[in-house]
């Protein structure tokens, strides 16, 4: 089984999986890196995960990227990679999903 926890459907070939309902995010912790040129410089951590439910034997979860480095434990993750892109370069679907080894 695969459920969707980001917001909106993710197209792979020939499977079309919908959004849950259900969100997983993760908040990122910013602290000041100084600034480059006159733009300010920041660095990121990953904080708190919300939305992720409990591992499901047989499930793997669609998340971002960013949720599923946020929780490199995490084998039932998995976070869309080879974006397909319309001509007007708006992702449109991927190829795979990514999980964490």
């Excluded at 920041?42 to 409990?54: A, K, M, Q, S």
């Excluded at 990227?65 to 001509?87: I, Q």
């Amino acid at each position: 089984m695969i459920t969707n926890l980001t917001p909106h459907t993710v197209n792979l070939p020939g499977r079309a999986i919908p959004a849950s309902g259900q969100i997983a995010r993760v908040a990122i912790i910013l602290a000041p890196a100084g600034e480059h040129d006159g733009v300010p410089l920041v660095r990121g951590t990953y904080g708190e995960v919300t939305g992720l439910p409990d591992p499901i034997d047989g499930t793997i979860f669609v998340v971002s990227a960013m949720v599923r480095l946020a929780c490199p434990a995490r084998r039932d993750l998995g976070s869309p990679v080879e974006l397909v892109r319309d001509p007007a370069g708006r992702i449109i679907g991927c190829g795979a999903l990514e999980v964490n080894q």
